[in-house]
């Protein structure tokens, strides 16, 4: 059973940091990739950031390029995500999640991953 839970949210200030934590068990943490979402109050799921089994490949949205970094611990089956310089529009709840990406294949759209976590809140003011 895959098990995905997040943790690291909380309030900060704008040009605060935060670092997300996703600690992943129940299966071959190496074969999936993995991602971060977040959701906003009366907005769609979107897409924050990927990274693919190795490691070798990464997404980000254009709003986070440069301000997030994507990261895992293969050894600890555990994705993080360093949320630097945020802003009130970062304001949302973010969600872990994994897909299937066995031989090379490589995701980025919410629809694609299959394991989704509880999400943890993150919220910052002005």
């Known amino acids: 059973q895959v098990q995905l839970v997040e943790s690291g949210g909380g309030s900060v200030q704008a040009g605060g940091s935060l670092r997300l934590s996703c600690a992943a068990s129940?299966?071959?943490?190496?074969?999936?990739?993995m991602g971060w979402f977040r959701q906003a109050p009366g907005r769609e799921r979107e897409g924050v950031a990927v990274i693919s089994t190795a490691g070798a490949r990464l997404y980000y949205a254009d709003s986070v390029k440069g301000r997030f970094t994507i990261s895992q611990d293969n050894a600890e089956n555990t994705l993080y995500l360093q949320m630097n310089s945020l802003k009130p529009e970062d304001t949302a709840m973010y969600y872990c999640?994994?897909?299937?990406?066995?031989?090379?294949?490589?995701?980025?759209?919410?629809?694609?991953?299959?394991?989704w976590g509880q999400g943890t809140q993150v919220t910052v003011s002005s």
């Open positions: 129940g299966y071959g943490y190496s074969n999936y990739c």
């Open positions: 999640a994994a897909a299937w990406c066995f031989g090379g294949r490589w995701v980025i759209r919410p629809t694609d991953f299959g394991y």
